[in-house]
């Protein structure tokens, strides 16, 4: 094609520079003004003045443009590991450069808009005065023959008005940048010739392209071409270009966006194709080939719009929508959160995030599957969290609903409520953790010394209030009751009655500690209620009751797979501004939460869970050491399950949203409801496991192993009331098991449970079994083997009471001095046995055994 020259200044910009901007402003004013003179009486040379008050100072700036959310992503479409999952805009643009605009929307925007334009010094004289003309007629401006920068100059002040936040101001400054006036029309020129002063031919014009109003929220040649052609502003061809400039005059009746408006767009083209021919931009075969093409459904091939997260890539719409409504935290963008969001709103950012798509895509889909959205009988709801051990990133952010903010609201499959995040950044009220939130009372319960292998009591029973310490809301009266699962009852180690999720070990081991440092460790290790206030702590929060979010639940258990070092959970890793400047990321905000050797000791205690009943079903069992903590709620209204290893971790909530459907209940994609939690875990797990593998967990601290535990006395020969004495004196709890049999004098202490040497709490039940003094001495009545026959032998056991005595045969050679004498007695002399128990005498026989 032929394009169109660009010419250094003409000779009346060359002019205008040396006689002034004073002595030019005399033509300008007097053609712009004539109307206003006839009716004033105000003479021509008084208007210099005017002209010369007008500023004559304005920066091409950047104008609003596009944000673009990126996530890692190691599949098809990436970018140097990276793939766009958003864009977020006020005004739907983004900055081009000269060379990346086609040669086409060049050559179409100046012959079509301003002939002239490489030419004049930003105001086109002969235009002027044809404009003059027609407005003495007038006696108003029906012309202001516009040229391209001074278009530029109205489309900036347009585009300040529509960024303005307020909308009182707002409204007056586009209108103030838009009305027709003598005044507005000066300042324009002015400007107009400041800006051809300041900056190149090129310069202005990509300036133009760049703030032109395409209508239908479409600004800047790149924008359009993406919204109308769904290609680069590079690739514009002929035609495509002639159609985008004819919008920019009339963006509201021209634009391609409905076919209503394709004819009036095409008129206006085919008029820009005559001027580019004429122009010489172009020749006749182009021309004819270009005008031969028609504006309609076919040549127009439109992109649908893709701002907010709405329209974000599928997988990855809540993280889009936290990242949204985090902003305001985001300190690379300003100093105050008026600033920050300022900034946002006037765009041209890149944001690199934290989001794995490798992790998030397979989480996301087994949270489709195992927790459908489109569930009617009630309002089923899931959402997984997954943040880095270590520096806080968030790499997985899953939900069941489709994420829709629109008036609509999309239907019973959608919401615009982020389950994983606060009220405050995403509308959740929270849910019950049940017994994840457990490890909290573990973990304080090792700080304060104690240790796994100590028993207490785990049976379901009242426990008066005033047992509970809480420094921060108690004392309590009444009693607290709370059950178990069937069949838990008795003593159990703190580790079992973690792996088995035992309640009444739980409260066992509050009664021992300060509820309030239980809520002290959840509360640094990052839980949150999702509406704000701090978390509650009195005795039934132990097992889960507050309102959590899953994303603090993870970051919590993250901290344990890191040695006990907690990180707030951050999103952005790198930001890039609209001028390629690094601002750099999120900064980590880490602390040591809790020791490592108690988070060794936890974790050591958490990977047995991963062997016990549905929980196994969440160990991806790919070689990865990890840990892990259900929690279900009472009717099972809420179940969780919360994972880690060395590199991260993960939480995973399925219950309702609202109402009380027992989720055990249900089954999706043929799995039971308890199951459900645990195939999502395991589906994420196991993808963040090929590109995260944890390392081998540390062993536990040998000193937490048995704690500070007390040593279970040996009360054997004891009676039941020296025995419950000394018991009482140590700590724990005495509880009389009854009488058995034994040989010791009745009355006296046998045996306890746990026994004599066990380490346990204080606090826990020693249960005391006492004699029934019942066992007697078995006397010998085999002697040497070769002196006492059956009768001799059965007298000798009937001396002592035991009369149920019975025989066996045991073959002999003939001549064995052994022949028919006793050789054994089964049990054997010297042991205890009730008298009514039988003995067994063995007696040697030569001949053959009957």
């Not at 304005?58 to 590991?81: F, W």
């Not at 002929?238 to 920019?248: D, G, K, N, P, Y």
């Not at 249900?666 to 875990?681: E, F, K, P, S």
């Not at 395991?682 to 944890?694: E, H, Q």
Request: charged share 20%; hydrophobic share 35%; net charge negative.
């Amino acid at each position: 094609m032929s394009a169109l020259k660009t010419p250094r200044r003409g000779i009346v910009s060359a002019v205008a520079g040396l006689i002034g901007f004073s002595a030019l402003s005399g033509v300008l004013v007097t053609a712009m003004v004539a109307p206003a003179l006839a009716v004033t009486g105000i003479t021509a040379s008084s208007t210099i003045g005017i002209f010369d008050g007008l500023p004559d100072y304005l920066e091409i700036d950047q104008q609003p443009e596009r944000n673009t959310i990126y996530a890692q992503y190691t599949g098809k479409g990436n970018v140097d590991g990276y793939l766009p999952i958003a864009t977020i805009y006020d005004q739907n643009r983004q900055e081009v450069s000269y060379d990346e605009i086609s040669q086409y929307a060049i050559d179409a925007v100046v012959a079509g808009e301003d002939r002239r334009f490489f030419e004049h010094g930003g105001v086109d004289l002969p235009s002027l005065v044809r404009a003059a003309v027609g407005n003495v007629v007038s006696s108003g401006i029906e012309s202001g023959a516009s040229t391209l920068t001074m278009q530029l100059v109205k489309n900036t002040f347009i585009s300040k008005a529509e960024s303005l936040t307020n909308e009182d101001e707002r409204k007056a400054a586009y209108e103030d940048a838009v009305r027709t006036s003598f005044d507005r029309k000066l300042k324009e020129m002015k400007l107009a010739i400041g800006l051809e002063k300041r900056y190149t031919k090129k310069e202005i014009l990509t300036a133009y392209l760049n703030i032109a109003n395409f209508g239908n929220a479409t600004y800047g040649i790149q924008a359009a071409a993406q919204r109308y052609y769904s290609v680069d502003a590079k690739d514009l061809n002929l035609e495509q270009a002639a159609s985008l400039v004819a919008i920019v005059q009339e963006p509201s009746i021209r634009n391609l966006s409905d076919p209503e408006y394709f004819e009036a767009n095409q008129e206006r083209r085919d008029v820009i194709l005559w001027a580019m021919l004429d122009s010489g931009a172009i020749d006749r075969e182009q021309y004819d080939e270009a005008l031969a093409i028609q504006v309609d459904e076919e040549s127009v091939v439109p992109s649908a719009p893709n701002n907010g997260c709405t329209s974000a890539y599928k997988y990855a719409k809540w993280f889009c929508d936290y990242v949204v409504k985090s902003v305001p935290d985001f300190e690379f963008l300003g100093a105050t959160k008026d600033e920050r969001n300022e900034n946002w709103k006037q765009g041209g950012y890149k944001l690199y995030t934290t989001l794995d798509l490798d992790a998030q895509i397979p989480s996301q889909k087994a949270t489709w599957t195992y927790a459908p959205n489109n569930e009617t009988a009630f309002n089923l709801g899931s959402a997984t969290s997954t943040v880095e051990a270590g520096t806080g990133r968030v790499l997985v952010m899953a939900e069941n609903k489709l994420f829709n903010d629109t008036l609509d609201g999309g239907g019973i499959e959608s919401t615009a409520v982020n389950y994983n995040t606060s009220y405050e950044y995403g509308g959740s009220s929270g849910f019950q953790p049940g017994s994840t939130y457990k490890v909290f009372t573990l973990i304080e319960w090792l700080i304060q010394g104690k240790g796994i292998n100590e028993r207490l009591e785990g049976t379901a029973r009242d426990i008066p209030g005033s047992q509970f310490l809480d420094s921060c809301n108690g004392p309590y009266g009444g009693t607290v009751e709370f059950g178990n699962n069937a069949n838990e009852a008795g003593i159990y180690t703190v580790a079992e009655g973690t792996a088995e999720s035992i309640n009444g070990i739980f409260f066992s081991m509050a009664t021992q500690l300060d509820l309030c440092n239980i809520r002290n460790v959840a509360a640094s290790m990052g839980v949150e209620r999702a509406d704000g206030n701090e978390l509650q702590s009195f005795p039934s929060s132990i097992i889960g009751t507050n309102d959590v979010t899953p994303l603090s639940m993870a970051s919590a258990y993250a901290a344990i797979g890191a040695g006990g070092y907690w990180c707030e959970p951050i999103i952005i890793d790198k930001a890039i501004d609209a001028r390629n400047n690094d601002l750099g990321g999120q900064e980590q905000n880490c602390r040591q939460a809790i020791s490592s050797e108690v988070a060794a000791t936890t974790a050591y205690v958490l990977t047995e869970v991963l062997n016990r009943g549905n929980a196994a079903y969440s160990d991806p069992n790919d070689g990865i050491p990890i840990f892990g903590k259900t929690g279900t709620t009472d009717g099972a209204v809420h179940t969780w399950m919360a994972s880690g290893t060395t590199r991260y971790g993960t939480a995973t909530w399925v219950g309702n949203i609202s109402g009380f459907q027992d989720i055990s209940q249900v089954y999706y994609a043929d799995v039971q409801g308890y199951r459900l939690r645990h195939y999502i875990t395991r589906a994420t797990d196991s993808a963040l496991n090929i590109k995260y593998p944890g390392g081998a967990l540390p062993e536990p601290d040998a000193k937490l192993l048995t704690g500070s535990g007390t040593e279970v006395p040996d009360l054997t020969l004891q009676t039941l009331e020296q025995a419950k004495s000394v018991l009482v004196s140590l700590g724990f709890n005495f509880a009389d098991g009854g009488e058995v049999d034994s040989e010791l004098p009745a009355g006296q202490v046998v045996k306890t449970n746990p026994a004599a040497g066990t380490q346990s709490a204080a606090g826990a039940t020693v249960t005391v079994y006492t004699s029934k003094g019942n066992k007697v001495k078995i006397p010998d009545a085999v002697g040497d083997g070769e002196s006492n026959d059956f009768a001799t032998a059965q007298g000798i056991l009937g001396g002592s009471g035991f009369s149920n005595v019975s025989q066996s045969c045991e073959e002999v050679p003939p001549g064995d001095p052994s022949d028919g004498k006793v050789t054994a007695s089964s049990p054997s002399a010297g042991s205890f046995a009730k008298t009514s128990s039988t003995i067994t005498l063995t007696v040697a026989q030569s001949t053959p055994c009957p």
